[in-house]
Nanobody, 116 residues
Framework: QVQLVESGGDLVQPGGSLKLSCTGS????????MAWYRQGAKKQREQVAS???????NYSDSVKGRFTISGDIANKEVYLEMNTLKPEDTAVYYC??????????WGQGTQVTVSA
């Protein structure tokens, strides 16, 4: 089992910035990929950004150029720096881990609200 804890969610004005953090503990399973997902009200959960143990990074089109994912995958740490935030970025953001044996774990989520 891997336990994930997110932090950094907050209320921010449009155009503002936030940095989310996720730290994992528990199992010593090797990590294949970590990612951030989000789920807005009445919306499906969507992947925002991911980073693999090889350093391969992917972003959704909606955040490309505004968000930056980074981390120390081996130590189960991942961050999401979010700039130029928009009201449509409002959502619960979840940290996600996939191990090399395809076990998958989720954090409890952290709320990001972008509003004037």
């Amino acid at each position: 089992q891997v336990q994930l804890v997110e932090s950094g969610g907050d209320l921010v004005q449009p155009g503002g910035s936030l940095k989310l953090s996720c730290t994992g503990s528990g199992s010593s399973q090797r990590i294949f990929r970590m990612a951030w997902y989000r789920q807005g009200a009445k919306k499906q959960r969507e992947q925002v950004a991911s980073i693999s143990f090889r350093g391969t990074i992917n972003y959704s089109d909606s955040v490309k150029g505004r968000f930056t994912i980074s981390g120390d995958i081996a130590n189960k740490e991942v961050y999401l720096e979010m700039n130029t935030l928009k009201p449509e970025d409002t959502a619960v953001y979840y940290c996600y881990v996939q191990t090399v044996t395809n076990d998958q774990y989720w954090g409890q989520g952290t709320q990001v609200t972008v509003s004037a």
